[in-house]
């Protein structure tokens, strides 16, 4: 019997701990943002394999971050209430239980599973944000919509091919001064999109190429770059893969 209680509970633990996120404190320095953005928007996944992907974000002091409208009400603490419409067979998981961050914080929720159902799922991550009015604590719903998980079924394997088809490389050097090198490694010559974009969705450079098979390269000037951190991805038209560039003069 205790044997059996051990495996169980190496079982959980291990589900836990593979589940459970970790924030990102490369975007601490950031007054505010939620990534993916909806323009990166979450990887597509597949019936049946194990899918994961993590949100960070960084929580505000003031509310005019998230609603202009809202400008000059301070923020006292942001609760993840719900991800609305998530593919059968995934859950989220925050990395505090209570789903609950405090201003000027970090955070992540991973979201988890194995999909069911093929289909496409418009995502809306559902918060209630605790203000501050007359130093009087009051909530406010808000919802981060826009996002879309595309799940295709296992007879159809192309969308987990091109994933395997296009795979983007690490920055060299990252951080980054005037220049940096970007690879990224395709199976097929096909047309692809390189996108780079700040930490609010802003687009800095969209570029067209047709990849050759192999490893491509694609210089970027990050000269003209204020210094911050940026997302950088490579898309295909069936998955989008995105990695972090920082610039530091």
């Known amino acids: ?12 633990s291990f589900t836990f701990n593979y589940s459970q996120c970790v924030p990102d404190p490369t975007f601490a320095d950031s007054t505010f943002g939620v990534w993916p953005t909806p323009q990166t928007n979450f990887s597509a996944g597949d019936i049946g394999v194990f899918y994961d992907e993590v949100v960070y974000f960084k929580v505000p002091r003031d509310a ?10 301070y923020i006292d603490s942001i609760v993840l209430s719900s991800v609305t419409n998530l593919p059968p067979g995934l859950t989220y998981q925050c990395d ?7 201003f000027d914080s970090v955070g992540c929720a991973s979201i988890s599973g194995t999909p069911t159902t093929s289909g496409s ?13 007359f130093l009087t604590p009051f909530p406010v719903a808000y919802s981060f919509d826009g996002y ?12 987990g091919s091109s ?3 296009l795979t983007l490389e690490n920055p060299v050097p990252n951080p980054s001064n005037n220049s940096t090198n970007i690879g990224y490694n395709s199976k097929n010559p ?22 050759n098979i192999g490893l491509n390269n694609i210089s970027v000037n990050t000269s003209i770059f204020p210094n911050g951190v940026y997302l950088y991805s490579i898309s295909n038209g069936l998955i989008r893969s995105t990695k972090r560039l920082i610039v530091h003069h």
Do not use: H, R
């Not at 019997?1 to 959980?12: D, P, Q």
């Not at 005019?64 to 009400?73: E, Q, V």
């Not at 799922?121 to 605790?130: C, E, G, R």
């Not at 692809?192 to 570029?207: H, K, P, R």
């Open 1 to 12: 019997m205790k044997k059996l209680l051990f495996i169980t509970f190496s079982l959980f």
């Open 64 to 73: 005019g971050n998230i609603d202009s409208a809202a400008a000059g009400t």
């Open 96 to 102: 505090i239980p209570s789903c609950t961050w405090n």
């Open 121 to 133: 799922y418009q995502i809306s991550l559902d918060a209630t944000v605790w203000t501050q009015i």
């Open 148 to 159: 879309t998980i595309n799940i295709g079924p296992t007879s159809d394997n192309s969308l």
């Open 163 to 165: 994933f395997s088809n």
């Open 190 to 211: 096909e047309s692809v999109s390189f996108e780079i974009t700040n930490l609010i969705g802003e687009v800095i450079q969209y570029e067209n190429f047709v990849s």
